[in-house]
């Protein structure tokens, strides 16, 4: 059972580049989430899915799109790559709405933006 | 508006010694979750614990143990006689139950290093 897999686990990107942020699970789960990392801030929610078809963003949407056609995969896309979002990427998946169960995250993806 | 906060950023002691990690929390709800993560050096989110806020029951596990006070909004977690292998960064977060944001909001977190 993989649980919840992210690709790539590091990438270095020019400014003004884009890129996709894959994400994936394996446990049949509604809820996906984006978060990102950064040094003293936690972890801050960029996008959330409830099932496939539907999107909500978070607290620091901008920049970032995501799509979710499917139960398994949850994408996130940076349209325009700044430095300021050089980060470290979880994505976290749950069986129910955040709360009622744990969310199960991803090993991360190391972002840095040139 | 929720909000969790980890006013403690940094804490470092010696093996063996008990050590408390303080969180509060701010939310309008009745009916909310709380949440600790640990994150251990290797990156990965390690899920630890979730109370929902009818339950103030204190929890042990092993060495671990968690005080949910309501009166004062706070969700502290206690390891004793701590180990190296604890050291870790640890996350506080909280939900709100009827949120049509059906988020988690994090704190953002306290290091703790355990010395030998």
């Known amino acids: 059972n993989a649980g919840v897999t992210q690709t790539p686990k590091f990438q270095v990107l020019k400014t003004g580049q884009s890129m996709t942020l894959q994400c994936a699970q394996d446990?049949?789960?509604?809820?996906m989430s984006w978060y990102r990392q950064d040094p003293g801030m936690g972890l801050r929610l960029i996008h959330y899915s409830v099932g496939a078809g539907i999107t909500d963003q978070g607290e620091v949407p901008n920049g970032y799109n995501v799509s979710r056609s499917t139960t398994e995969d949850f994408p996130l896309r940076l349209l325009s790559a700044a430095p300021s979002q050089t980060s470290v990427y979880f994505c976290a998946s749950s069986p129910e709405r955040a709360g009622y169960h744990e969310q199960y995250f991803g090993p991360g993806t190391r972002l840095t933006v040139t | 508006a929720q909000k969790v906060t980890q006013a403690q950023t940094e804490i470092s002691v010696v093996e063996k010694e008990d050590v408390t990690l303080d969180c509060v929390y701010e939310?309008?709800?009745?009916?909310?979750?709380l949440f600790w993560y640990k994150q251990p050096p290797s990156g990965e989110l390690v899920f630890l614990i979730r109370r929902n806020s009818f339950d103030e029951q204190n929890e042990i596990s092993g060495r671990y143990s968690w005080n949910f006070q309501k009166s004062t909004s706070s969700f502290n977690f206690t390891i004793t006689a701590s180990q190296v292998v604890d050291s870790a960064v640890y996350f506080c977060a909280l939900s709100e139950a009827y949120s049509s944001a059906s988020k988690i909001i994090f704190g953002s977190g306290t290091r703790l290093s355990i010395r030998p």
């Open positions: 446990m049949n789960h509604e809820y």
């Open positions: 939310t309008r709800d009745t009916t909310y979750y």
